[in-house]
């Protein structure tokens, strides 16, 4: 199997939302994107599929290596193989990779975020930065392109964590901060035991209005020049935002399931926003 078909493998068997933006772009920014998001996974599952903590360390440890390796132009692992080809033509930088890496290790370090400011930190390195690095890819002309980037970065990810609390619970992790939980009067055990009340309610209410407003900030910083290039962002706007709108319809049930969209719903989001050019 060459790189190439390595991470095109990785890329469609994640079942991510992500993968139908892709379909829509032109070859070579296609490669990139598919190589740079196979990376993405290839570190997050370390964490997600961890059993023993100190291993999942050491495989991150590895990647730290390895992308350093790569960069200096000898990669051994086959999503860096596909990747660097391409890093330099879409300012693909090591310290994007290795922030994505550093992001990961929170989660092998951190289970609780006392409050936004901290989560938002954590959130930068594991969305904000792949914002940043997409955006180039998809043919950013703009600087003020980054901000957009990175504010829809964090929306996503807050609507991940909204929609991921019952699972994560099972891991041992609430992102939700500490403070918040507290000014709702929600106990992070009555989270742990899968436990609905009016309090929770409120509170997922809350981040979905704070994840919302980072959409309508995301799509204000867009420059009008570089609408048409970032096509597959807004087609995960469209498909993230009508995921959180669905998850507030289902009174935020999210403790002991996984509310999703169907492939054949997100496939004609995805196309709306490429098509008509609407969300």
């Known amino acids: 199997m060459s790189p190439e078909q390595y991470v095109q493998q990785k890329a469609a068997a994640s079942g991510s939302s992500f993968y139908y933006a892709f379909l829509f772009l032109p070859a070579p920014r296609r490669a990139a994107i598919t190589a740079f998001y196979a990376f993405c996974r290839e570190v997050d599952d370390v964490v997600d599929d961890m059993v023993d903590p100190g291993i999942a360390r050491t495989k991150l440890a590895w990647w730290q290596a390895e992308v350093a390796k790569a960069y200096a132009g000898q990669a051994s692992h086959p999503v860096l193989q596909a990747l660097m080809p391409l890093a330099a033509d879409y300012q693909i ?139 597959p962002g807004l087609m995960m706007a469209s498909i993230y935002r009508t995921l959180l709108r669905e998850i507030e319809a289902d009174q935020f049930q999210v403790l002991h399931q996984r509310i999703s969209l169907t492939p054949l719903r997100k496939m004609w989001l995805a196309w709306k926003v490429q098509a008509l050019g609407r969300m």
């Open 93 to 231: 930088e090591q310290h994007h990779l290795q922030s994505v890496i550093e992001g990961c290790q929170m989660d092998l370090d951190q289970t609780r975020y006392l409050d936004y400011p901290a989560l938002c930190r954590y959130c930068h390195l594991v969305a904000g930065v792949v914002g940043e690095v997409a955006a180039k890819i998809f043919g950013q002309t703009q600087p003020e392109t980054t901000a957009y980037a990175h504010a829809l970065g964090q929306a996503l990810q807050l609507t991940n964590i909204i929609r991921d609390v019952g699972e994560d619970a099972q891991r041992g992790r609430i992102y939700l901060p500490v403070n918040e939980l507290q000014k709702f009067d929600v106990r992070a055990h009555e989270i742990l035991k899968r436990s609905y009340s009016d309090p929770f309610t409120a509170l997922m209410q809350f981040q979905a209005q704070r994840a919302h407003a980072l959409y309508d900030e995301a799509l204000a910083l867009l420059p009008a020049i570089d609408r048409r290039a970032q096509k």
